[in-house]
């Protein structure tokens, strides 16, 4: 059957007015066994991947047409046509040679960060759970295909536009399409009204809106482009990605100093006219002075060194959703962390119970016993966890814990449910922390429910059973002091089968059968992870539904707990008031038995108290908590689409030690982005203090227009980048975090530029008033000289803010010493070799005058290391 010709046809009527069986036949799908494997790949090869196409990526020659829109390459342009008119021929093609190796950086820089963010995107794109061959199978969204069935649950992205063909208590949220913020209720009925809005279309879910409650079942009726998302896909194309906080920061900054480089460069010429200069080469002077001193890359190198940030972030685990959030996570100053799962394994298994009056371990559940049988039969049948494939259990990890031991027991969950089916049930919800299911027994009825102890064992026997509960309940505590989560079991007989499902009618009365006692062992990394979190002036704090004696046990095992911490609970939390919690906060570190909506709340009084917030997440309930957050990190393996989008971070592993050292990594990039922009403003403040002062010196113009731009462009462009590949310094977790508004120029960077630049500036005035006094005739290559190499000087000393040169090494990073290397390599190749000395105006140095230029430079780079022993001395602060 060929669904393509049915459906393209613009007279055919639209999906919400057929019913389920006339659907599934316009697209050819079988709504019991889904497409073959076959059909799907012939679909997805004719169809084309499912995906929203975004604005064409640029082509290498758009990328490189783009170099030469940026103002100071139009400049350069202008200087060599200029350069061309007075007859200046060489000059006018270094000049074009220097435009074309500076377009060949800024497009490697641009293609490089166009590379990281294609692969992070791919890395963080959606799943789809399809229907094929008559089995679930999770794929790629991209290559869902017209005629599929799609599973939607809670949480979960539509992968396409879907027909719904089941849809029990479905909610959508579909801002996104319609604008309307309240999910929408779903159903699966055909709808008569062909004219209906999107908003109204009640039995579809349409790509780009997400599941928020209950789940449903669909027929993938359009895919990629032919989606209404598709449709209006060209709209929000059109708003260009935001720049992050910093760029736009650094573009402004940018703009008012080109501004005063610009008034700097006419007073030169000014200066340079007043005393006789012949005006073509000052107007080169200036405009050349211009070019070097004006950081244009800067917003384009920070995009470079964010991406990369972020490709090496995600080598470790940790995707970023948006750039922003790596210039901010060294910022973290607060971590709120799920327990399970994130601190903990989430591999539970039962270790221990109470039951028949006695505390058993595991191994000694004799199923011979009656009433341990019986314990055992709650545990098998009040259970969502299923068979899967290879047998092994499916579901909810601590469902499965159950569903095993029973099975070890002899006690299938499956076998059993053969004479006493589920025919009822209340699903477990966080508020009332348990759930019932009922059963067929023999022609009468069971109730099993589990739960958490203190909401279940007060719902046993009667008031004669008061004194019994008190006794209970101290045992669970003792259980779980052991760090172990205890669920309390109990039973009902029913004579028939209550028509309420009003959880009070249902959950009373009930038999006390045990408690069972699960271990989930915290993650090995977790407790070295807290560790660097608290050297790092990083709050940890656990927050978790389980009791609070259960999380204490586990925070004590990972080290996360000091003597005076406390802990705080959901019903506790929720009698405060905002300024009471924010107070509290000082010294809580457990927040147990609390619901995801009062993450919210936690996350708001740390902020009311000036902390920066990473902010753990999972489900539905979590995403406000995750959007108020600073960074709110999803959970790539467990979480919901939901969390997902409204994470900045995603933890492939689930992993808590991943959230550490993605702060670490994000303090490392954004060192090393202030490294950068300290080391090229250091740079041309050199350059425009020499060739400002010279004159007011008596000295004549230090460097030709053709060799400032070769300093400026072998200098800034190769070391600059290869600052992005310096390893994080030693102390870089033992640090407090940078307050996340604090300017890029604090910590001693703006003055650094201020007499750096005035040290090499004199550098070089030294070398040109020494030299023209001995009658050195190559006294304006020995300037040259001098201020490239103090320039390498800078760019080795600027690798670390207080360890020396001397104790990092040379070697520790390559990229840097090999940039180093090859532009001290090119500057000697400008001084020898014959072609470049008539390109440059430069002539050979004699060993000597070599031998003076490097001791010349050198008392820059003392100078920078003096600064940070100073530093580490304590003497100046960083
Ligand atoms: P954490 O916050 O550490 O991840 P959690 O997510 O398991 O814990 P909830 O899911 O809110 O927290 O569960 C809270 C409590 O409800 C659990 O400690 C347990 O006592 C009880 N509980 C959880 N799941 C079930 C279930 N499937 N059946 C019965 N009781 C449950």
Known sequence: MDDRTASSKDDAPPWHTLGAADVAARLGADLDNGLTAEEAARRLARDGPNEIREKAARGLLAMLADQFKDFTILVLIAAAGVAGLAGEVSDMLVILAIVVLNAIIGLVQDYRAERAIVELKRLAALKAVVLRDGRLHTIPAAEAVRGDIALLEAGAAAPADLRLIEAPGLKMAEAALTGESTPVLKQPRALADAALALGDRVNMAFKGSTATYGHGRGVVVATGMATELGRIAALMQAIPPAPTPLQRRLSHFGRRLALALLAICALVFALGLLRGAPPLLMLMTAVSLAVAAIPEALPAVVTVMLALGAQAMARRNALARRLPAIETLGSVSFIGADKTG?????????????????????????????????????????????????????????????????????????????????????PFDSDRKRMTTFHRDGDRFVAFTKGAPETLVPLCGDDDFAPERARLLAIAEDMAADGLRVLAVAARAWDALPATADPAALECGLTFLGFVGLQDPPRPEAKAAAAQCRAAGITTVMITGDHPVTARAIAAALGMLAPGDEVMTGPELRLLSDAELAARMERTRIFARVDPEQKLRIVEAVQARGAFVAMTGDGVNDAPALLRADIGVAMGKSGTDVAREASALVLLDD??????????????????????????????????????????????????????????????????????????????????????????????????????????GAMALITQAGALRLGVDHWQTMVFTVLTLSQMGNVLAIRSERDSLFRQGLFSNPPLLGAVVLTIFLQLAAIYAPTLNALFHTSPLTARELAACVALSTPTFMMFEIEKWLARRGVISR
């Not at 969502?384 to 070890?408: F, K, N, S, T, Y």
């Not at 425009?688 to 462009?717: C, K, M, R, S, Y």
């Not at 530029?753 to 040290?759: H, N, Q, R, S």
């Open 342 to 426: 994130t601190l903990t394994l989430n591999q539970m298994r039962v270790v221990e119970a109470f039951v028949a009056g006695r505390r058993l371990a595991a191994a000694a559940l004799d199923a011979g016993d009656e009433t341990i049988r019986r314990f055992i039969d709650a545990l098998a049948l009040c259970n969502d966890a299923a068979a899967g494939e290879a047998g092994e259990g499916v579901g909810d990890p601590m469902e499965v814990a159950l569903w095993r031991i029973a099975a070890e027991k002899g006690r299938a969950k499956e076998r059993l449910e053969k004479d006493a089916p589920r025919i009822k049930e209340l």
């Open 655 to 760: 992993n808590f030690a991943t959230i550490v050292a993605a702060i670490a990594e994000g303090r490392r990039i954004y060192d090393n982005i202030r490294k950068f922009i300290s080391y090229i403003l250091t740079c041309n403040a050199g350059e425009i203090w020499t060739i400002l002062l010279a004159p007011f010196f008596g000295l004549p113009i230090p460097l030709l227009p053709i060799q400032i731009l070769w300093i400026n462009l072998v200098t800034d462009g190769l070391p600059g980048m290869a600052l992005a590949a310096e390893p994080a310094e030693r102390d870089i977790m033992r640090r407090p975090p940078r307050p996340a508004d604090e300017s890029i120029f604090a910590r001693g960077t703006a003055w650094r530029i201020l007499w750096g630049g005035v040290a090499m």
